[in-house]
């Protein structure tokens, strides 16, 4: 089994930061890609940007492209970091971090084995 643990959300206004992080613990050996998700209030859940661990291209959401950054911590393999700059009223949601065992990064839920319980992100106008 996997345990991911997010943690970094918060309250920011808009034009505002905030930097995610989701730390992955337990058979982490088998984990080939991770991503986040994000679930507005009285919305389904939706894809914000995928990332294969072992390098290449990460894939966002049009929404976020240009403001959000995943990284992968080089020295502490099991923590990816979400980075968002210009926070707007309509990136605010539960944040949820989500791993696979699959090599191709996906943006569909259903292709991740572990999810984390997710982190508050609320932007203010």
């Known amino acids: 089994q996997v345990q991911l643990v997010e943690s970094g959300g918060g309250a920011v206004q808009a034009g505002g930061s905030l930097r995610l992080s989701c730390a992955a613990s337990?058979?982490?050996?088998?984990?080939?890609?991770m991503g986040w998700f994000r679930q507005a209030p009285g919305k389904e859940r939706e894809f914000v940007v995928s990332l294969g661990l072992s390098g290449g291209d990460a894939y966002y959401t049009d929404s976020v492209k240009g403001r959000f950054t995943i990284s992968r911590d080089n020295s502490a393999k099991n923590l990816v970091y979400l980075q968002m700059n210009s926070l707007k009223p309509e990136d605010t949601a539960v944040y949820y971090c989500?791993?696979?065992?699959?090599?191709?990064?996906?943006?569909?839920?259903?292709?991740?084995?572990?999810w984390g319980k997710g982190t508050l992100v609320t932007v203010s106008s």
């Open positions: 337990g058979r982490t050996f088998s984990l080939n890609s």
């Open positions: 989500a791993a696979s065992s699959g090599y191709r990064p996906s943006v569909y839920s259903g292709a991740y084995d572990y």
